[in-house]
């Protein structure tokens, strides 16, 4: 029997507020997504918390060191603004290669 693997991105839309108390839950669900590919959706996010960061960043290591596809879509002015306030782009969170 062979599997075939849908080559289809996942979309995981992530909350509007990503504090500590988020962090465990994103983490936890980043986790059971591992392996596949991946769109995260940042189109709701308001707040955007150091601890998320951290777990979203381990999120694109861990594709990474797969060699999946991770993407990120639709981040929203606060999204970016927290990433950049954090010396961080969105490609930072993704395994795009960044445009030279």
Known sequence: MT???DPTP???ELPAVLDLRAAPALAA??????GAPL???ASRVERLGGQCLQ???A???SW???????TLSAPTPAFVDGLRLMG???AALTTEEPEA
């Open 10 to 12: 996942q979309i995981f």
């Open 64 to 70: 990474r060191t797969d060699a999946a596809a991770l």
């Open 29 to 34: 669900c980043l986790a059971a997504l591992r």
């Open 39 to 41: 769109a995260i959706d």
């Open 88 to 90: 961080l782009s969105p």
């Open 3 to 5: 599997t075939v693997c």
């Open 59 to 61: 999120a694109a290591q």
């Open 55 to 57: 777990v979203l960043l």
